[in-house]
């Protein structure tokens, strides 16, 4: 394999941010030492006026393979990923047919390793094909390496039907992660129940109902102790409810999207199905709680929720549109633009915490002799946002002008982004 030498960048490792200027040398797939001013090994590339530290790590992935390719596939998603700096991502387990079971997790898994740009790690599902009537098969899905179970799309309903899987999880020291919106509160809503939905007159989707979901699971988190991760977290009272669990000492972890830190209700009056997506975006209070949850530390990860909807499927009216937007590319650069971070809490919401919530051995850190999974990425460039290498693009950021690009991605100790630009690879055939 190459070696190559990242010099001069502002180095995130598993301590924080390096003070000064340090190089990275990367020799046969891993780090090889990190310092200032080290002896070259191999091509020289300057990072100068970038940060570099352990590639992103993506909780919250649609991949549509198996059964719905004509959106997005392994492949596709996987450059997708690599564009946008991430070396991983979990692939949510609401394909066709759902990941329900041991045979098609190694499937999705072994998919990844043949594609060979980013770890895909599946997840499983909670319920057998999603239906919410009879758990699925947990013991093999655990024996196939899947940590996070979920049934992504739809919330598990059947409060006895979750504490059986709760408890069995928690055993096995797997994660529950909700989907967190009450079918019966969010039925027939098209967008967030308030000024604009009255506006349009449209149904709106109350913030009771992700509210509700989550004040029932974390009483059932009191009860078995489970490992929890709420999704695509929207509205200040979530955030409260979330800080108060955390404050008690539970075991609970929590997402926010993208497009929930950059854009609130106000985007959806001119009935853009782009800017169509469950949990709706919110008001602008609840924007502004996400981002102070996200600042606090209440709220641990930034998850894509990379949803990818073919044309044909979005270029409808609003109501008939389905719900769900793409962001794996722009993800890092819309938190930069929006949020502002320091190099360390950057890395921390989009690399190291994720890792870990999600039991990736070897993603979400930066040490010598560990595996070079690296992105380095310059705060000040310009990210253009003209296309999308994803087999979809219903992107509401195309065309926005956003702070901060990936210069380079490198996975397994090879560019699968170099110089902003992907890198073709002959594994990534097929």
């Known amino acids: 394999m190459s070696e190559f030498t990242l010099q001069n960048a502002v180095v995130v490792d598993g301590s924080g941010r390096t003070e000064g200027l340090r190089d990275v040398v990367v020799a046969d797939g891993r780090v090889a030492a990190i310092g200032a001013e080290l002896d070259v090994r191999g091509e020289a590339i300057d990072c100068r006026g970038a940060w570099l530290g352990p590639g992103f790590v993506d909780v919250h992935t649609h991949l549509r393979e198996p059964g719905q390719e004509w959106k997005e596939d392994i492949a596709t998603g996987s450059r997708a990923a690599a564009a946008g700096g991430y070396t991983a991502v979990v692939a949510m387990p609401n394909t066709d047919p759902?990941?329900?079971?041991?045979?098609?997790?190694?499937?999705?898994?072994?998919?990844?390793?043949?594609?060979?740009?980013?770890?895909?790690?599946?997840?499983?599902?909670?319920?057998?094909?999603?239906?919410?009537?009879?758990?699925?098969?947990?013991?093999?899905?655990?024996?196939?390496?899947?940590?996070?179970?979920?049934?992504?799309?739809?919330?598990?309903?059947?409060?006895?039907?979750?504490?059986?899987?709760?408890?069995?999880?928690?055993?096995?020291?797997?994660?529950?992660?909700?989907?967190?919106?009450?079918?019966?509160?969010?039925?027939?809503?098209?967008?967030?129940?308030?000024?604009?939905?009255?506006?349009?007159?449209?149904?709106?989707v109350p913030s009771e109902a992700e509210e509700i979901v989550i004040a029932r699971d974390l009483a059932l988190v009191r009860l078995t102790g489970v490992r929890y991760h709420a999704q695509h977290v929207s509205t200040a009272g979530a955030v409260a409810l979330i800080a108060a669990a955390k404050a008690e000492g539970l075991p609970v972890t929590a997402e926010v999207t993208p497009h929930h830190l950059f854009f609130d209700h106000s985007y959806v009056a001119d009935s853009n199905p782009l800017y169509k997506m469950m949990p709706p975006l919110r008001a602008p209070a609840d924007v502004e709680a996400v981002r102070q949850g996200l600042r606090s530390g209440v709220i641990d990860v930034v998850a894509t929720d990379h949803a990818p909807h073919a044309?044909?499927?979005?270029?409808?009216?609003?109501?008939?549109?389905?719900?769900?937007?793409?962001?794996?590319?722009?993800?890092?650069?819309?938190?930069?633009?929006?949020?502002?971070?320091?190099?360390?809490?950057?890395?921390?919401?989009?690399?190291?915490?994720?890792?870990?919530?999600?039991?990736?051995?070897?993603?979400?850190?930066?040490?010598?002799?560990?595996?070079?999974?690296?992105?380095?990425?310059?705060?000040?460039?310009?990210?253009?946002?003209?296309?999308?290498?994803?087999?979809?693009?219903?992107?509401?950021?195309?065309?926005?002008?956003?702070?901060?690009?990936?210069?380079?991605?490198?996975?397994?100790?090879r560019f699968t982004v170099r110089d902003a630009g992907l890198v073709e690879l002959l594994r990534t055939a097929g």
């Open 311 to 413: 044309d044909h499927e979005k270029d409808h009216a609003w109501e008939e549109a389905p719900f769900g937007v793409i962001g794996l590319e722009w993800a890092a650069a819309v938190v930069n633009t929006v949020m502002s971070l320091p190099p360390e809490d950057l890395f921390k919401v989009l690399s190291t915490v994720p890792a870990h919530i999600a039991g990736i051995p070897d993603q979400g850190r930066l040490e010598v002799g560990g595996p070079a999974n690296l992105v380095v990425f310059d705060p000040e460039a310009a990210t253009a946002t003209s296309g999308t290498v994803s087999r979809s693009s219903n992107a509401p950021y195309l065309g926005l002008e956003l702070r901060g690009a990936v210069i380079h991605t490198v996975y397994g100790g």
């Open 98 to 204: 759902a990941i329900d079971s041991g045979h098609l997790a190694r499937y999705v898994a072994d998919r990844g390793r043949q594609v060979g740009l980013v770890d895909v790690v599946p997840s499983g599902c909670i319920t057998a094909g999603r239906e919410g009537a009879k758990l699925a098969h947990l013991d093999e899905l655990c024996d196939a390496g899947v940590v996070m179970f979920t049934d992504d799309g739809d919330t598990v309903a059947d409060a006895g039907l979750l504490r059986r899987a709760m408890e069995y999880i928690a055993e096995r020291d797997g994660v529950v992660v909700q989907h967190c919106v009450d079918a019966g509160l969010a039925a027939g809503g098209q967008v967030h129940e308030g000024e604009i939905s009255s506006r349009l007159g449209m149904a709106g």
